[in-house]
Every structure is written in C-alpha cells, then in structure tokens.
C-alpha cells in the first residue's frame, strides 16, 4: 500500500497522531475512573486521584485538538461521521462532564464524596465504552448517499461495536492500573500491580478477538491484511504485539514501576497501527477517502500555520507538566 504525501495526507496524519495522544493520554485517567470502585475508601482513592490531578484536565486538549481538526481539515467526513454516531457521542460527552465535575466536587463536597465517586467511576465508564463503540461503528462502515449520512438512528448498535467498545473499557483499564503502579505506593499500587496483570490479559484477549473480527467486516480489509505480499509487512504487527506482551507481563512480574505503562502504551501503539492498516487511506470506510473529505487546499495550508506554532507548545507544556510531576504521588499530593 502506497502513501501519496501530499498536504491532505499530512492532515489525515497531524489528525490520527491527536487523537492517538488523546487515547493514551486521557485513557489512562479514564481507566482509573473504570477502576475506582475497586479501590478502598480512603488513601487508596484520594492517591489515584491525586496522581492524575495535575494533568487529567489538559490531555483533553487532545480531543479538541482532534475534534476541531476533523471539523476544519474533513468536513465531509465530520458531517458523516457525526450524524451516524450522535447518541455516542452526547453520551461520551455527558460522561466527560460528569467525570470532571465528580473529579473537583468529591474535594470540595466531602459530606457527599460516595455520590461524586459513583459519578467519577460512572462518567469515566461512558466516555471509554462510548468511544470503543464508536471506533467498531466506523470500522464497521457507514452508509452513505449523496455525500451525506443515510443510515439510521442505532445503526452502530451491533455485536462488533459492543466489542471494540469493551475492548476500549479494558484497554483503558489497563492504562489506568499501569499508571498507577507508576505512581502511587503501599496498598494501593500492590491493588495496581495485581489489576495490571488482569487488565492486561483481558487487553490482549480483546485485542486478539478484534482482530480476528475486523477482517471479516469488509473484502478491503482481508486483502490489506492477508494478500502477498502486504502480509510480509503487516504479519509484523501482531509478532511485535506478542514480543511487547511478553515483556510487559515478565517486568510486571518483576516489580518494575514505569515500564509496564510504556508497554502498555506501546500495545495501543501497535493496535492504532493495526487500525491505519485496515481503514487508510478511507475516513469512512469503503465510501470516502481523506482526499474525498478534505478541506480546500488553502484552507488546509491556513490552519497548517497555525497548528505547527500551537502543536509544539502543546507538547512542550505537557511534557514540562509531566517532568515537574514525576514520581510517586502520597496522600497529600507529590513528594
């Protein structure tokens, strides 16, 4: 499979690169909230949650990122893709806000924190669940007529969407329970550690079954991933996942605190690379391609100005936040 770079081709990749920051970035606090219930009231919950506190709120820069440039750069593919996931996508949102107001009231309302941590648990369930099916709904594919939606209201309720959608919960988890081996102590990353090895069988177990799934969903994807000789090169993706799995699971097992969350990122690494295989160069599978869907050319040069100034100061202030928040996290905040 050829890639034609030209600017169109840079967008589909400056989108694709936002929101795979956004997926391992916000995932992971998400997978805590997934994870919550299970933690013991008390230190165990106020040292999640303080692990997260000082940057929780701008990984979702991602999502607006990627939001924002799906609506500038394809706004074709936007106004496909919106009308045929609206409910998952007002859900998702309502389950971000319900997960951000929870994350700042169970501080400042501790008469009713058991209510704020069922919200924060509860919003962080929708928001993964949501965007796991919303992925299996595209992979799907969307009916298209005359350049606009023409499916209908629950379209993307199927068997296989309801799988990418776990899928994500567990991926997500995952992340979360990684993260937190990471950066918490005592109790509470001995409970990490133990729902690392759980979350991480059950990723991979997804993972496996998604991948088997996704072939059969359209011709396109069978010859993308098994004719000669594309098979040579995409044949490398699930060896690599076994090789990252292995190493993952025996540095769990040996006690290491930052590796498995990079494994872990490195496992949704090879899944995203996975999904690149089956859908490029289509932003809504088997009917638009980017060039289909792609904005004016002067337009794109337009935003392009401005996202390589705004681009890197994303990445620098997020990786000066992470750096001034590095290591273990306590009761009381980072020490």
Not at 45 to 64: F, Y
Not at 86 to 95: D, F, H, K, Q
Not at 159 to 170: C, D, E, I
Not at 212 to 229: G, S
Request: neutral net charge.
């Amino acid at each position: 499979m050829g890639i034609n770079v030209d600017l169109t081709t840079v967008w589909a990749f400056i989108i694709a690169f936002a929101v795979f920051m956004y997926v391992v970035m916000d995932g992971f606090d998400l997978g805590i909230g997934i994870l919550f219930p299970t933690f013991k009231v008390g230190e165990e919950r106020d040292q999640a949650m303080n692990s997260i506190a000082p940057v929780w709120d701008g990984n979702e820069t991602w999502l607006v990122l990627g939001g924002g440039g799906l609506f500038a750069a394809f706004p074709l593919a936007y106004a496909i893709i919106l009308p045929a996931t609206y409910p998952l996508i007002i859900a998702m949102l309502l389950g971000l806000v319900f997960r951000g107001v929870a994350f700042e009231f169970r501080w400042r309302d501790p008469r009713h924190r058991p209510l704020w941590d069922v919200a924060f648990s509860l919003g962080s369930f929708v928001a993964a669940f949501t965007q796991g099916v919303t992925l299996g709904a595209i992979l799907q594919g969307v009916k298209v007529a005359n350049q606009a939606y023409a499916g209908g209201w629950l379209d993307w309720l199927t068997p296989f969407s309801l799988l990418t959608g776990a899928g994500v919960v567990v991926g997500y988890a995952l992340l979360g329970a990684t993260w937190l081996v990471w950066k918490v102590e005592g109790s509470a990353e001995v409970h990490a550690r133990r729902l690392s090895l759980f979350a991480g069988m059950g990723t991979l177990i997804a993972m496996g079954a998604v991948s088997i799934a996704t072939p059969f969903l359209q011709y396109e994807y069978w010859r993308r991933w098994f004719d000669m000789p594309g098979v040579l090169a995409t044949a490398q993706v699930p060896l690599v996942t076994a090789i990252v799995a292995f190493l993952f699971f025996r540095y769990l097992r040996r006690g290491a605190t930052a590796v498995p969350f990079l494994l872990s990122l490195a496992l949704f690494a090879l899944g995203f690379a996975g999904l690149g295989i089956s859908l490029f160069p289509y932003i809504v599978p088997d009917s638009v391609t980017i060039w289909d869907a792609a904005a004016p050319e002067r337009s794109q040069v337009f935003m392009l100005v401005g996202t390589a100034i705004i681009m890197p100061i994303i990445l620098a202030y997020t990786a000066w936040a992470y750096w001034v928040f590095r290591g273990k996290v306590g009761t009381h905040g980072y020490h």
